[in-house]
Antibody
Framework: EVQLVESGGGLVQPGGSLRLSCVASEFTFSGSWMAWIRQSPDKGLEWVANISPDGSAKSYPDSVKGRFTVSRDNAKNSLFLQVSGLRAEDSGVYYC???????WGQGTLVSVSS | DVVMTQSPLSLPVTLGKPASISCRSSHSLVYSDGNTYLVWLQQRPGQSPRRLIYQVSNRDSGVPDRFSGSGSGTDFTLKISRVEAEDLGVYYCMQFTHWPHTFGQGTKLEIE
């Protein structure tokens, strides 16, 4: 069964940083577009990063551009999201997602608070 | 950004009866390759979202045939022919024709 398992979330102070990770299994990770999507009660679902199969193309919405960096290691079937300059509005559950929403992980919770 | 507007936001339903959710986009979702990248997601309580429909009307593997999607351009609909208890939850439309990809606000399907 296709699996996406996220980790790395936690409680962090405003201005802090985290590195989120996602390990994929049971599909051809190196051939898949991948994304990070977050969900919060206030803002609903928001797509925060996109990365092409070979990692050469990356996209971010204006709300996180310059603060978030997506990357991948195809040899290790892993996706990453480096988040910095965190704000309260960045709080939420962060999902690792495959190929246009085809499969979602269980999510990792990021809480930004002093 | 493309704004996705769902209606209704709350949908009381009777088990065994049909249900319909509308999703309208502020821009046409037809991509330059001719495809329309509009999907429908289901999120049951306490679970991650699950994709039901892709490219407007194609059901994903394992999705019951009581779910159907239709529409074109800026106007889309998700229909459930006969609601079952396992269908309760929140439904989202999502577009990835334009960047940034965007979501509707969600429609909560609940027992009447």
């Amino acid at each position: 069964e296709v699996q996406l398992v996220e980790s790395g979330g936690g409680l962090v102070q405003p201005g802090g940083s985290l590195r989120l990770s996602c390990v994929a299994s049971e599909f051809t990770f190196s051939g898949s577009w991948m994304a990070w999507i977050r969900q919060s009660p206030d803002k609903g679902l928001e797509w925060v990063a996109n990365i092409s199969p070979d990692g050469s193309a990356k996209s971010y919405p204006d709300s996180v551009k310059g603060r978030f960096t997506v990357s991948r290691d195809n040899a290790k079937n892993s996706l990453f999201l480096q988040v910095s300059g965190l704000r309260a509005e960045d709080s939420g559950v962060y999902y690792c997602v495959r190929d246009g929403g085809l499969k979602w992980g269980q999510g990792t919770l990021v809480s930004v608070s002093s | 950004d493309v704004v996705m507007t769902q209606s209704p936001l709350s949908l009381p339903v009777t088990l065994g009866k049909p249900a319909s959710i509308s999703c309208r986009s502020s821009h046409s979702l037809v991509y330059s390759d001719g495809n329309t990248y509009l999907v429908w997601l289901q999120q049951r309580p306490g679970q991650s979202p699950r994709r039901l429909i892709y490219q407007v009307s194609n059901r994903d593997s394992g999705v019951p045939d009581r779910f159907s999607g239709s529409g074109s351009g800026t106007d889309f609909t998700l229909k459930i022919s006969r609601v079952e208890a396992e269908d309760l939850g929140v439904y989202y439309c999502m577009q990835f024709t334009h960047w940034p990809h965007t979501f509707g606000q969600g429609t909560k399907l609940e027992i009447e």
